[in-house]
């Protein structure tokens, strides 16, 4: 396969690029130059438990927060105001990086608000993933950003004890615009039955409080197909009682109680349902092992059947 950029996945057009497209490098690291990573896989396990208390970076992946050196040439550790969070490889699961970018960039295809993310090489080699924060503000400050956990009152070991309807409800209300906050959690339920994830849990869900003083739903972030990990994995929470095989009423009953029209209902199911083929194409040009690929691809087009009859159903209202 032609080199590719580790963001964008598309062809480099020269061996001298490095690993990134211009555009791509200065969207992830804010320039076209590509920083060196300071840090080495052996090491990671100790940097992560030395940041234990220092930072609120939780999960069962081990993260670190990074950040960019004055002169932006080296992404280091950085125990506080790290604009970065970076996953290597894990001991039990294998290519949660690539799993983990190649499902954002889906997501984006799909719709869904993102922050910029793509793929780093370690010092020896391996990959890892790297996202900017969008919870930190260029001048270093920090936004307030509150998951759904939190707006529940919940213990964060009660995050897989709720439901999409719960979810729908603190939406109402906490949310400054809670039929444009309804909308993007139908969206994001929606997507991640359709990429197989199961662990969109009450966290990984949150509110955040702009420059403006507004509590809006948040970018979409641990996006991962855990399907490819867990065999027939279901959904973290559940739709109208179901967590595998969602069916088509379903969904729109669950958008009914989103509060969404029938209109913009098969507008959004719509939406997921034309990302299929850019989808299946990003997947073929992942990072990802090739019998991961084949799996992933045959999940999206059996689900994007369900998806399609759905906006078909919304329609029809």
Same mark, same amino acid.
């Given at each position: 396969? #032609?080199?590719?950029?580790?963001?964008?996945?598309?062809?480099?057009?020269?061996?001298?690029?490095?690993?990134?497209?211009?555009?791509?490098?200065?969207?992830?690291?804010?320039?076209?130059?590509?920083?060196?990573?300071?840090?080495?896989?052996? $090491?990671?396990?100790?940097?992560?438990?030395?940041?234990?208390?220092? #930072?609120? *970076?939780?999960?069962?992946?081990?993260?670190?927060?990074?950040?960019?050196?004055?002169?932006?040439?080296?992404? !280091?550790?950085?125990?506080?105001?790290?604009?970065?969070?970076?996953?290597?490889?894990?001991?039990?699961?294998?290519?949660? @990086?690539?799993?983990?970018?190649?499902? +954002?960039?889906?997501? /984006?295809?799909?719709?869904?608000?993102?922050?910029?993310?793509?793929?780093?090489?370690? &010092?020896?080699?391996?990959? =890892?993933?790297? #996202?900017?924060?969008?919870? !930190?503000?260029?001048?270093?400050?920090?936004?307030?950003?509150?998951?759904?956990?939190?707006?529940?009152?919940?213990?964060?070991?009660?995050?897989?004890?709720?439901?999409?309807?719960?979810?729908? $409800?603190?939406?109402? !209300?906490? =949310?400054?615009?809670?039929?444009?906050?309804?909308?993007?959690?139908?969206?994001?339920?929606?997507?991640?039955?359709?990429?197989?994830?199961?662990? +969109? &849990?009450?966290?990984?869900?949150?509110?955040?409080?702009?420059?403006?003083g507004l509590q809006r739903f948040s970018p979409a972030y641990d996006?991962?197909?855990?399907? *490819?990990?867990?065999?027939?994995?279901?959904? =973290?929470? @559940?739709?109208?009682?179901?967590? !595998?095989?969602?069916? @088509?009423?379903?969904?729109?009953?669950?958008?009914?109680?989103?509060? *969404?029209?029938?209109?913009?209902?098969?507008? =959004?199911?719509?939406?997921? &349902? /034309?990302?299929? #083929?850019?989808?299946?194409?990003?997947? /073929? $040009?992942?990072w990802l092992p090739d019998d991961m690929k084949t799996r992933y /691809?045959?999940?999206?087009?059996?689900?994007? $059947?369900?998806?399609?009859?759905?906006?078909?159903?919304?329609?029809?209202?």
């Amino acid at each position: 396969m #032609t080199a590719r950029c580790l963001v964008c996945l598309a062809d480099l057009r020269s061996e001298g690029e490095s690993e990134y497209h211009p555009r791509c490098a200065r969207a992830l690291f804010g320039s076209t130059r590509v920083p060196t990573i300071d840090l080495e896989l052996a $090491r990671l396990h100790t940097v992560a438990q030395a940041m234990v208390g220092h #930072t609120s *970076l939780s999960g069962v992946q081990r993260k670190v927060s990074m950040g960019l050196t004055a002169d932006r040439a080296t992404l !280091r550790v950085a125990m506080e105001k790290g604009h970065f969070i970076l996953k290597p490889q894990a001991q039990v699961f294998p290519s949660l @990086p690539e799993n983990e970018h190649v499902t +954002m960039r889906i997501a /984006a295809v799909a719709g869904l608000q993102v922050a910029p993310s793509g793929l780093v090489r370690l &010092h020896d080699g391996s990959l =890892a993933y790297l #996202t900017r924060r969008f919870d !930190r503000t260029s001048a270093g400050g920090k936004l307030l950003q509150e998951d759904f956990c939190q707006l529940g009152q919940l213990a964060p070991k009660q995050k897989y004890e709720g439901s999409s309807e719960l979810c729908a $409800r603190l939406v109402r !209300r906490y =949310a400054s615009e809670p039929l444009v906050a309804a909308l993007s959690l139908f969206r994001q339920t929606v997507f991640a039955w359709w990429t197989g994830n199961g662990d +969109m &849990h009450l966290k990984n869900l949150s509110l955040l409080r702009g420059a403006d003083g507004l509590q809006r739903f948040s970018p979409a972030y641990d996006l991962l197909c855990t399907d *490819l990990v867990v065999e027939d994995d279901q959904l =973290a929470l @559940p739709v109208g009682g179901n967590r !595998r095989a969602v069916t @088509p009423r379903q969904w729109l009953t669950f958008a009914s109680y989103c509060g *969404l029209t029938p209109k913009a209902t098969a507008r =959004a199911l719509g939406q997921v &349902h /034309a990302a299929l #083929t850019p989808s299946l194409h990003l997947v /073929a $040009r992942s990072w990802l092992p090739d019998d991961m690929k084949t799996r992933y /691809a045959r999940l999206l087009e059996v689900r994007a $059947r369900t998806v399609e009859a759905a906006a078909g159903k919304a329609g029809e209202g």
